[in-house]
């Protein structure tokens, strides 16, 4: 059993830390919000005083935070603390540039590093059946691979640091736009006079489907039990989804990509948010688009 240090017990960390130590992993957390450590004191987590005294005595020390840049001021603070041999792993969904500054600032230091930002959301979390995609060493990463099966149910090496979280945002930019284009052919659907189930069982089995329509569909009472049925409470804010597509811009722009269909849901998502969308299941972009003036 492994001596592990967590940090950032918000809405996906705090689940992932209890099913780590319902492992019989030994745990110290540190979150600055005086409540997340309640809520982890009360589940029999020990808790640290600073992110540095969480990690003194940690093999693996794991981070689940909102951006890029308060990962690299919480790696600046325990970087030093951390003791030899000690693995840190990055769970949280940060630019690809504070990656790499990630890892550069925890290799310069002797220690290993892997980016590993996760799919599944916040009942994935719970669940323990997340998929963690992971940029790094391959020997880290083998070492490490067991801690991350008890929060996870698929485990992916991508390659060097940096790749989890390329693998992440490719995948997240392909999801929101293919969930706006499945909200306008449901949408266009219901204006033509076509039933909306009669809709999916022809797009779920044809070459129109994906996980937006067969999974997640937009439409409430159609398909699997989604946020649709649940007046699109999240499951996966629209807020999320558009710090995502803002991280895949800034990477395609970075190395030169044209990425237009994800430049055009970043925008739409932008706007839905400024018009009533905060708070909600990014596939309500359904009701964004009915009420869309054409
Ligand atoms: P959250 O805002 O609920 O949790 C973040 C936690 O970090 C908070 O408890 C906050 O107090 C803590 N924190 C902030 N600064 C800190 C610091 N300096 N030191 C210690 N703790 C600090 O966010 P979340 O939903 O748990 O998401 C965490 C990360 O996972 C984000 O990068 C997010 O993009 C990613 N993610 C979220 C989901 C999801 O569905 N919620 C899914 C996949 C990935």
């Known amino acids: ?42 589940e ?5 005083a600073s992110a540095a005294a969480a990690v003194d005595a ?31 792993i990055d769970s949280s969904t940060i630019d690809i540039a504070s990656a790499r500054k990630a890892h550069d600032l925890v290799s310069e230091a002797g220690l290993e590093m892997l ?7 916040v009942g994935g979390a719970v669940a323990g ?17 067991p801690v991350l099966e008890v929060m996870g149910g698929k485990i992916v090496h991508c390659g060097k640091g940096g790749s989890g979280q390329a693998a992440k945002i490719c995948n997240n930019m392909l999801l929101g736009a293919s969930m706006i284009a499945t909200c306008e052919a449901f949408s266009l659907a219901e204006k033509l006079g076509l039933q909306a189930e009669a809709a999916f069982d022809v797009i779920s089995t044809s070459t129109g489907s994906c996980w937006s329509v067969n999974s997640y ?21 629209i807020e999320l989804m558009h710090k995502d597509l803002n991280l895949a811009q800034m990477a ?10 994800g430049a055009h849901a970043l925008e739409l998502y932008g706007r839905f948010l400024e018009e009533g969308g905060r708070g909600r299941d990014f596939s309500a972009m359904i009701e964004y688009l009915k009420s869309a003036v054409r």
Do not use: W
Request: glycine fraction near 12%; proline fraction near 8%; charge should be negative.
């Open 129 to 145: 059946t997340l998929t963690f995609m992971t940029g790094g060493e391959r020997e880290a990463f083998d070492r490490v691979k």
């Open 217 to 237: 569909c937009p439409v409430p009472g159609v398909g699997p039990k989604s946020p649709a049925d649940n007046d699109y409470k999240p499951g996966f804010a």
């Open 1 to 42: 059993m492994s001596r592990i240090a967590f940090i950032g017990l918000g809405n996906m960390g705090l689940p992932m830390a209890m099913n780590l130590a319902k492992a019989g992993h030994s745990l110290t957390v540190y979150d600055t919000v005086p409540a997340a450590m309640e809520k982890a004191a009360g």
């Open 44 to 48: 029999g987590m020990k808790t640290a």
């Open 58 to 88: 940690a093999n693996i020390i794991i981070t689940m935070l909102p951006n890029g840049s308060i990962v690299l001021d919480v790696l600046a603070e325990i970087v030093p603390a951390a003791k030899d041999g000690a693995v840190i």
């Open 115 to 121: 980016d590993a930002p996760v799919s599944g959301g």
């Open 252 to 261: 395609a722009s970075e190395v030169g990509q044209a990425t237009p269909m």
